[in-house]
Each structure stands twice: as C-alpha cells, then as structure tokens.
C-alpha cells in the first residue's frame, strides 16, 4: 500500500502550489493593492520590497506545504493503519 502514498502525495503536492499561488496572489492584493508581486529582476523595486514578497511568498507556501503533508499522511493512516514513513 506504500507505494501508493507516493503518486498520491506529489500529486496532493502540485494541488497544494495551486493553492498557495492563489493565497499568495490574494493576500499580496490586499496588502499592497497591486495585482502582481514584484519579481527578483524588476527594476522599479527596491531590495526591501523584492525580498518582504519573497519572505511571504516562502512563508505560505512553506505553511501551505506541511498543511498538505500532514494531511495526507494522516489520510493515508486512517485509510490504512500505517503511518507512511514508519518501516
């Protein structure tokens, strides 16, 4: 059954960078009211704007990341009895 946690889990991990993109897009919108975040390269920012989105961009996708780990690990426990890193 093990061998299933892996296909299940990389593709509960592509859904999951969806879902932090979306969160991220949304809460940068609200905070700044521009659409997009500045990008390393862009010229018209300065270092403290470049790297305050890089640190919130890690910082929920990061949150979001273990958020859909441990849920699909604990999904897989109840599914099967087994943890799916306990040998």
Avoid: N
């Avoid at 862009?42 to 704007?49: L, V």
């Avoid at 273990?66 to 426990?77: H, K, L, P, S, T």
């Amino acid at each position: 059954m093990k061998v299933l946690y892996r296909p299940l889990s990389t593709l509960a991990g592509i859904a999951g960078g969806l879902l932090a993109s979306a969160m991220f897009k949304r809460v940068w919108r609200k905070a700044t009211g521009e659409e997009d975040a500045p990008k390393a390269t862009d010229r018209d920012y300065g270092w403290r704007e470049i790297l305050v989105a890089a640190a919130v961009q890690g910082a929920i996708y990061g949150a979001v990341k273990a958020a859909v780990d441990r849920a699909g690990a604990a999904g897989y426990e109840r599914a099967t009895g087994d943890w799916p890193g306990d040998d």
